[in-house]
């Protein structure tokens, strides 16, 4: 129906007549003559109404905001006071010359530009929140990321093999979703939290590579930043080791910054430790672009009176760390009570302060609560091994480690952008070398901190020998903080198979209800295998820049897992439920 | 691990040390050493063991088949007897210089060349299944589909934009898998049958051109060619008419054939209305590579004795037809009799059929138990217009349009299949010019024949005088006899959408619970757009020749809608039952 997009009209097009399908973005009467801005989705262009065409002028004067219309017209160049330098077809204007209404519109619920929509409007009438020029640029750089790596990994042999969605529970660890089976009454299938399991089963078929972007779904109470079904790049691959599948994927990425951002991604990422990445920065997804550390100072408190600090120091469970914060003496107490209660939230008791007014005064130099309970030489050695100077703040974490690293580890995410010491880069690296397991106090047994069927580096003998020191074959991508991806080598061993899952106290007789299929497949000739699997929405949302996945994704759920577009879920016949062979348990009261 | 796949290696790489991972295909001793056929995706290598490495060859000689193993060897030339030319490695060999057993395999439940293995073994060991080479050529060229048409699209400037798995009950008319909400008790999510509506809605969010390669469910009854989850290539445009729809899928479609199998599919593509398929061919999606037609001799038999034939000619809901079977004469009473039975599972009463022995020598050339009926006139007025020859056969439908097209049209492909009729080609075809409703005589009131946003051909008063009569802007494509995709321009007009409804007796209340958000998101600028879906399953298994959709598929469901590798679906726990406020309805009795 058109000859170009709006947005592609400049005026390498002077003179020419073409036409023009879009929506309008705004009319309005100047002069006696009627301005309306096309828009469609690569842009916007003035359009020209003059009152010597009277049926057409008469027709433009009835259109309103988000009316869809073809135009026909002739491109012209604007007079030099109105070229508008921000818009592509700013330098030319296309006089109107044929009208087509091709339909109204009534007065949307919100205006396009209005950026104070609460967000439940915006996503209910999503079709129109999701013409918002923001919005537009957000799917379509999505849409430029999955075409991107969908075309990296089938230049590098990779196939792209459907798994299915009906399938058996899987052993994520999080909420299935279920689905009643009609012809097998009284059964269930579950939606896959991830293929992880049909993904070694393709490297057991021989398919060698295997890559996919798959919908997974969870059924969790919705954390800020999750939704119910979610978007996974998911890799595997055979006789890779974890060198090689981090070195395919590390690539992609960087290839892909490079194309969609144009932005230069370090060339190897660096690699860290998980051990390291707890003790500096006490998170296994360190933010890099924050230039503050966890600094260890149990050596210099074992032998103080103050209690709070000496007893984590001689605890061997126990962590004492400074984290020096740039310029954190004007912090005012209110502030400080602020990150006291915020550190709370992790666990921590309190939040030891000083702050440093004069790094070379000596004890006079330092004002804090806590500083008449330390003796000078330690006070000294805090300060050069933080690196202090005049008109920092110290803060101090102390307690039993994990929550230390994780109340602290939180602060100084939550400090770095209070504070703007965030750096403009992006700063990837990997976590490499994670425990194998997780000691659940609660339950008193070990948990797996990635899936149960991650590799150990060490050998059978030395897994079960000290479970709690072993550590897995694991890897994860961060990058600002996020974690982008993670991926392990697969055990492919029947027999270290079935000691894990000793060690993690599953029973043979649920590790073969549950993965019978698996076990009985590690017999037939399994390969060496490993994988990794990006979270799609979470990518795209740092790539644009968007504050919540809600907003790279073109229909989201709310934070109660409902839609607020279609209205869904909702109520179903008595008729269907009965053909499931399902009722509802108790009659839910109308709210 | 490997410096080259097995399937690679050739003679340009003799004397070179190489590196193989892969499984072994056959192991025999011969004439004292050791042949062990090497297997990856990329194909076979032969490597030969000798007794003077007595460590490897002692190793070799312990392996077994589907073994996984990593040899490394030289490449050598063989032996001018012993070249395989069927291989692309068959002029060569490798002698195994080290050899590594990567992991051991019991004997599998059936051998990889074994054709004869009940499908049911094949699903519950599909990871042995697909090691085949069959499979694995499957699955490669169902992963090049794919990765050719999403080129195709983002070349084109389509937006790859997910929609959501967890959704309402779309209006499709097949049963829906539903999803029990937790967060919402009592309510239900549906899976999709088609993201028909909210790819409608991507239009109306000024998207203009989306597609999406999205997995679709349906709890239907299954029949041969049906799936509870299959795959579709989802495609819809803002701006566009049918024309331009069909010539953008129509170049892909072509493209993509020349492109995997080298075929040139004409150009363009021949456009029947229905009206016209369901004359010639008793079919919407008529076989073209079969070159026999239903001829209409209704006009000829209007006052013949015979009722069978005068009955149907006369009435205005009937047809009488004849289908020329070149060469039939030979055909058998008994199968003459098969094909009576075939078609009356189609609702036929019977099935008359002339023998014709010599086209020359009148009635007295013909055979058949109802030539005393019919005139001489019209015989020979039948053999004209059939084109019948001496050898032929001639069979006649007679009776309700509807039940003579169905059982007709199938008997004519069924003919087709068993005397060889059917053509070594490439048959495409677009259907067109459908009608908007079909009466359902069970229910006394209209269907939609496509779906309900189907816009039609007319204006809205000519649709509303008579619905019966109106035709549809929708089209079909069609390959070799199967539906390879379907589409339509919608309506963008809410008075449209709501006369549509009103003739398929959907109350505005009906309307407004199901599509209410649709009706009002037409309000606020629904731009003119139109779409079209492709069945990926059914095309990959037209391209590779299956003969099942199964066979596209890596992890299909059984005919029962069952995983028999995964074993789902499968009992849940109380527990989780409980948290979704379900329960089963009767207790399941034990099969």
Not at 268 to 297: C, Q
Not at 379 to 407: C, H, M, P, W
Request: aromatic fraction near 8%.
């Amino acid at each position: 129906m058109r000859s170009h997009y709006c947005g592609q009209v400049d005026e390498s097009l002077v003179d020419q007549e073409i036409e023009l399908c879009g929506w309008v973005n705004r009319r309005r009467d100047h002069g006696g003559v009627i301005f309306v801005d096309l828009r469609d989705r690569e842009g916007l262009v003035q359009v020209v109404f003059d009152p010597d065409k009277p049926e057409i002028f008469a027709l433009a004067e009835r259109v309103r905001n988000e009316y869809v219309l073809k135009v026909k017209g002739k491109v012209r160049l604007r007079d030099e006071a109105v070229i508008n330098a921000n818009l592509k077809s700013g330098k030319i204007e296309l006089l109107g010359l044929e009208l087509e209404v091709l339909n109204a519109a009534e007065t949307p619920p919100f205006q396009l530009d209005d950026q104070g929509v609460h967000e439940d409007n915006r996503l209910k009438y999503r079709y129109i929140d999701l013409r918002r020029d923001e919005m537009q640029q957000r799917m379509r750089m999505r849409s430029q990321v999955s075409g991107f790596i969908r075309r990296y990994m089938e230049d590098n042999g990779f196939l792209d093999i459907e798994t299915p969605m009906l399938t058996k529970a899987t052993p994520e660890g999080a909420r299935d979703y279920l689905v009643p089976s009609r012809t097998h009454q009284g059964e269930f299938f579950a939606l896959p939290q991830s293929p992880q399991i049909f993904k070694q089963l393709l490297m057991m078929s021989g398919m060698d590579r295997y890559y996919q972007i798959v919908r997974c779904f969870r059924d969790e109470d919705l954390r800020a930043d999750r939704q119910p079904e979610f978007t996974q790049i998911d890799i595997e691959t055979s006789f890779m080791n974890e060198d090689q599948v981090m070195e395919i994927t590390e690539t992609m990425i960087r290839d892909l910054f490079a194309y969609v951002l144009e932005v230069a991604l370090p060339n190897p990422f660096p690699r860290m430790t998980y051990a390291e990445a707890m003790d500096r920065f006490g998170s296994d997804k360190p933010d890099l672009r924050i230039d503050m550390e966890l600094v260890d100072i149990g050596d210099l408190m074992e032998d103080v009176e103050f209690k709070v600090f000496s007893g984590p120091a001689k605890d061997p469970k126990g962590r004492l760390i400074v984290l020096r914060v740039p310029q954190g003496a004007k912090l005012s107490r209110k502030e400080i009570d602020g990150y006291t209660e915020f550190v709370g939230r992790y666990g921590a008791k309190g939040l030891a302060w000083i702050k440093v007014n004069d790094v070379d005064a000596g004890r006079e130099g330092l004002q804090s609560p806590i500083v008449k309970f330390l003796p000078d030489e330690a006070l000294d050695e805090i300060i050069k091994r933080s690196g202090t100077q005049t008109g920092d703040l110290l803060f101090f974490g102390a307690g039993n480690a994990n929550v230390v690293n994780e109340s602290m580890g939180a602060l100084r995410v939550q400090l770095g952008h209070d504070l703007d010491l965030v750096s403009r880069e992006w700063k990837p690296l990997w976590v490499v070398d994670f425990p194998m397991f997780e000691w659940n106090e609660r339950d008193e047994r070990w948990n797996a901190l990635h899936h149960p069927f991650t590799a150990p580096s060490g050998s059978l003998e030395e897994l079960e020998a000290n479970p709690g020191e072993s550590l897995s074959r694991a890897y994860d991508m961060v990058l600002n903080g996020c974690e982008l991806g993670g991926g392990s080598v697969r055990i492919h061993d029947t027999a270290m198979q079935h000691k894990v899952f000793e060690i993690l106290g599953i029973s043979d007789e649920e590790a073969n209800e549950k993965f019978g299929f698996l076990l009985e497949a590690l017999k037939y000739g399994c390969p060496p295998h490993a994988g990794l699997a990006f979270g799609l929405d979470r990518m795209v949302m740092l790539m644009t820049g968007a504050s919540s996945i809600r907003d790279v994704m073109a229909f989201p759920k709310t934070q109660t897992a409902a839609c607020l577009l279609t209205d869904a879920p909702s109520e179903v016949s008595a008729a269907q439920l009965k053909e499931l062979n399902i009722r509802i348990r108790k009659p839910v009261t109308e709210a």
